[in-house]
């Protein structure tokens, strides 16, 4: 969960490098492999926290731009 994390602040970086669309696209890639590869050993409310977080995040990015 960790390294997902991690990934995820890399791929959400305020200043997207590459535009919005790349950090779309990226998001979508990493988000649905992760998802399909632990979907079972997810826990409900870790996955409710990190959409938050998540969502706070692309938040940001659209109101740099």
């Known amino acids: 969960m ?26 979508k890639l990493t988000l649905r492999g992760w998802v399909n590869y632990f979907y079972k050993a997810i826990p409900a409310k ?4 990190t959409d938050q977080w998540l969502h706070r995040r692309v938040r940001q990015i659209y109101w740099k731009q």
Do not use: F, S
């Open 2 to 27: 960790l390294k997902l994390k991690e990934k995820l602040k890399q791929i959400t970086d305020r200043r997207a490098p590459g535009g919005i669309e790349r950090v779309k696209r990226e998001l």
């Open 46 to 49: 870790w996955a409710e926290r």
